[in-house]
């Protein structure tokens, strides 16, 4: 049994929650995500880590709440319990001096993007740090981010905050700069993911995606999370989650991920009629 | 007296009256188990045979000549004293029947359900070879259901003794059959012993896998409490390998590991299309049903595809267990597409009996080549070739060879690959000295079941390949011998 020991919203429908974990804390390393489950009944969802911290014993995630399960756990309290949790998953970011690296994170993915900065800049990297929402509220962690970056740069689709524009604006932008680029690093939405590998194989930079795809077990015995990397089918949980973004097929994988939307949709309205 | 005190109390007269002559036991036909009706089964996830009563149960143990040379003990991977159980049914003695069994297999319940009885302790049956027939063979795993099953309305399980603690502890990674049947056996002698399970429930296979409607998941439940109340550690949601290493289970004063982390990788057919959605590997599928009781959808929160049409390809166990559950989540046509012909199929007589039954249509000497889909990325389709059998291969089967021109398709929204897994390779990866050989398996002697590495241990799946239930329980038993033995003696 897993306590969580805080909680809060940070949007609307994004939410913060600091979780009782002292083994996983002590071996989770950056780009490894969990899988939890919230009651009995429940289902097992993949979740990225945002923050851990091994000598006080816990797990940070930061979750929007997207279906029944994102809205169930949204709903616990300090003091209660998770049903589930099993991690660390995946195989770790690998870390190396590679000189400049850009990380983007897009919404949500701003916080798996968290530990990869940190141990990114710890192995000598400079690191620019891109951060993209649809608006203003939706750029979370930037004090965090911009305490572990050389540089940060954000961007709103509204402009309400930042620059007015894309991740991959401000992407383009920096190429433009004349910056010297060694290794991109994108977690967000896939087609985010996606055009950010288009850009840079334009421009020959090496780029890694995180991928967040539908999972059962997560240890490599289901095959639900299989995506096609360079032609190849591989498993999200074990032979990822990062991969080489200019080998993904995207549009497989965006097409994969709405393979239960009925489902959802309807165990949302279920739920929310309770 | 009810009806079936009159019945039980006249198998009981038969019996006081005279011993029956080895002649006279082989004139009693088998005793069918009662059945749930195939029509009213595939609307449910309820257990398809009823289980014998003491009437059905004595009768049958009637058939049993009680060789002197038993060869159904040989014939057993635990080796079973069957004569022994199977007159103490017949004498109506079903606590001393249960306790024997027990001697040597922790998972009678289990065994007496999903064992290939007909390949092991059945088809060595001397009655079935005086009958020239397998199937006449004493119905010997369906004894040892009902021994178990008394058991357990009883309410009551005897606990087996242990002995005083020995302060060595031992780590167990998989919580499957395999698992189950060292962290037994090991504990008896007083070890300290902890079950390590990737997933939030433990029993592996026989959780994730076997469909509740061959193994009620209750009676999993209950061997593993059982195992509990012996002093047995269970540890759910720890996936050796990444959380722990084997080296670091060392480090944490383990003084023994046993690696029983089974076959779970699927295969896939690498065709055109596989990764279309509503194709699943079977382990998948099963996964979702059994596990997280997709079934209930959306009383439980897993959900799964709602099928008109699926395919499923494969001719095993696994492919049969596929099949049925596609049925009972009410699909309309289930096909089993297998590439060999039907004395090929390595499934059990029983399951792919049932199957029939149940209106799973069987589309054999047939291989799919690719899947077809719509724009939005479902499949909508799959194309299949004909075969024909030509010269046994390694496996001694005969080879199936695609007919040219021959390729047709099928119409479906849902398909289902059960074509067989590979061994997990999550710890082998992380744990560099445990050699393996090139299918991925777990190298391990086949008396000791060590390992490369000193100190680990390793049995079922993951170095047999994907087998049985009761083969990984009898490489349990045997490295449980070798532990308690490293334990004691501290040699390698």
Known sequence: ?274 | MSEKEVAASGAVEIMEEKELTPKERLKIPPVKMPEQDPKERIRNVNEVPYGYDEELAKTEAMRCLQCKKAPCIKGCPVEIDIPAFVQFILEGKYRESINKIKETNILPAVCGRVCPQEEQCQMVCIVGKSLKSVEEAVQIGKLERFAADWEMEQGEVEMPEIKPPTGKKVAIVGSGPAGLTVAADVRKEGHEVTIFEALHKPGGVLMYGIPEFRLPKAIVMREVENLQKMGVDLRTNMVIGKIYSIDELFEEEYDAVFVGTGAGQPLFMRIPGENLNGVYSANEYLTRANLMQAYSFPETDTPIARSKNVAVFGGGNVAMDAARTALRLGADNVYLVYRRSRKEMPARIEEIEHAEEEGVQFYLLQNPVRFIGDEDGWVTAIECIKMELGEPDESGRRRPIPIKGSEFKIEVDTCIVAIGNASNPLVPNTTPDIATNKWGNVVADSETLKTSKEGVFAGGDIVLGAATVILAMGQGRKAAVAINEYLKTGEW
């Open chain 1, 1 to 274: 049994m897993n306590k969580i020991l805080e909680k809060e919203f940070i949007t609307s429908d994004v939410f913060r929650m600091r979780v009782e974990a002292p083994e996983i804390a002590r071996k989770r390393k950056a780009g490894q995500f969990i899988i939890l489950r919230t009651c009995d009944e429940g289902e097992r969802i993949p979740l990225t880590i945002a923050d851990a911290n091994a000598e006080e014993g816990w797990l940070e995630l930061v979750v929007q709440i997207v279906g029944k399960t994102t809205k169930a756990l949204s709903l616990l309290e300090a003091g209660d319990s998770l049903c589930d949790l099993v991690g660390p998953l995946g195989r770790p970011t690998h870390i190396e001096l590679y000189g400049t690296v850009v990380i983007i994170g897009g919404g949500i993915g701003i916080a798996p993007s968290y530990p990869i900065v940190q141990a990114m800049k710890a192995a000598g990297n400079h690191m620019i740090s891109i951060l993209g929402g649809r608006t203003k509220e939706l750029v979370i962690m930037e004090d965090k981010m911009r305490a572990t970056s050389d540089r940060v740069v954000i961007t709103t689709d509204d402009g309400t905050y930042g620059m007015k524009g894309l991740v991959t604006d401000a992407l383009q932008r920096l190429i433009d700069e004349g910056v010297k680029i060694d290794l991109v690093v994108a977690i967000g939405p896939p087609i985010m993911m996606k055009f950010v590998s288009l850009m840079t194989k334009k421009y020959d930079i090496p780029t890694l995606v995180s991928l967040n795809t539908i999972m059962v077990d997560g240890t490599g015995m289901c095959g639900a999370c299989r995506v096609s990397v360079g032609g190849e089918t591989k498993f999200v949980c074990v032979d990822g989650p990062e991969f080489d973004g200019h080998k993904v097929d995207f549009d497989e994988m965006m097409k994969r991920l709405r393979m239960y939307e009925e489902h959802e949709k309807e165990s949302m309205e279920r739920f929310a009629s309770k």
